[in-house]
């Protein structure tokens, strides 16, 4: 059985950070492009972004380009997303996802993930 739980989330203060975690189980983790994706309150869910199978190719959206950085680790079976430079904007749940592919997918393709977790909140407010 696929599962992905995600960890790390909470309340941070306009310009603070955190380091959110996905631990994956149930397949091959560094077979698949995986990724992840938010969703604020009343709001439809945003694709954040994107990383290869290896690590090597990663993508992000434009409104957390420069502040966000994805990464894996294959050997702990583990995605992260460091968020630096917060902004209340980026209040939301935080869901990382699992694609059918080795590579990332083309931007029509960003949300053709098979498989999600059950999110982390990150709220941010002063």
């Known amino acids: 059985e696929v599962q992905l739980v995600e960890s790390g989330g909470g309340l941070v203060q306009p310009g603070g950070s955190l380091r959110l975690s996905c631990a994956a189980s149930g397949f091959t983790f560094s077979n698949y492009a995986m990724s992840w994706v938010r969703q604020a309150p009343g709001k439809g869910r945003e694709w954040v972004s994107a990383?290869?199978?290896?690590?090597?190719?990663?993508d992000y959206a434009d409104s957390v380009k420069g502040r966000f950085t994805i990464s894996r680790d294959n050997a702990r079976n583990t995605l992260y997303l460091q968020i630096n430079s917060l902004k209340p904007e980026d209040t939301a749940m935080y869901y990382c996802?699992?694609?059918?592919?080795?590579?990332?997918?083309?931007?029509?393709?960003?949300?053709?993930?098979?498989?999600w977790g059950q999110g982390t909140q990150v709220t941010v407010s002063s």
């Open positions: 990383i290869n199978w290896g690590g090597s190719s990663t």
């Open positions: 996802a699992k694609y059918r592919v080795t590579q990332i997918p083309t931007t029509a393709r960003r949300y053709e993930y098979d498989y």
